[in-house]
């Protein structure tokens, strides 16, 4: 039984990582395709009852935050298509997909508020900047220190406020 749950742990990271490729290289179309069939697997064989809340929840702050960071001027996506006029859909879609790991394979990071600060700070700028180099778009000079303070507050508020976490 531990294996079993190690191995589903595993393949949680696993999906959420092909799905972060899928939609920074693939693009917009790409990524409404396999994000969602990713979204409909997570949510038809591993969701707990209820997680399609906090997916949904995670979707909309992911669309307010990125998408009033790109307001502020700090993504350049040339010509790329923006939904809603403020984020291309692949970018959107990473929001989501993170949400998927919070009660499953990052369910443990919660039990340790500081460590998962340190962890938001460091892997979210991480993969805005990896996630820019490959799909050409710009990031302003004070974005990525913003970004490493808003996922350590994420992070955090998933660790003090996270009803479904380890104890």
């Not at 403020?86 to 508020?113: D, G, K």
């Not at 000079?141 to 913003?146: D, K």
Request: glycine content about 10%; aromatic content about 14%; charged content about 10%.
């Amino acid at each position: 039984m531990a294996s079993r749950n190690w191995q589903a742990l595993v393949l949680n990271a696993l999906r959420f990582e092909a799905g972060w490729l899928l939609c920074v290289l693939g693009g917009s179309w790409v990524a409404a395709i396999a994000g969602c069939s990713l979204l409909a697997w997570h949510l038809w064989r591993c969701a707990r009852p209820g997680e399609w809340r906090f997916i949904a929840g995670f979707a909309l702050l992911g669309l307010l935050i990125d998408g009033g960071l790109q307001l502020l001027g700090g993504f350049d996506f040339n010509d790329q298509t923006q939904a809603l006029g403020l984020l291309p859909l692949w970018l959107w879609m990473l929001w989501p997909l993170f949400a998927t790991l919070v009660y499953h394979s990052l369910a443990w990071l919660w039990r340790y508020p500081l460590l998962a600060a340190l962890c938001g700070a460091i892997s979210g700028p991480l993969s805005y900047y990896g996630g820019a180099l490959m799909a050409e778009v710009t990031l302003a000079a004070w974005l990525l220190p913003v970004q490493a303070l808003i996922w350590a507050i994420i992070c955090v508020g998933i660790s003090y406020f996270n009803p479904l976490k380890e104890q």
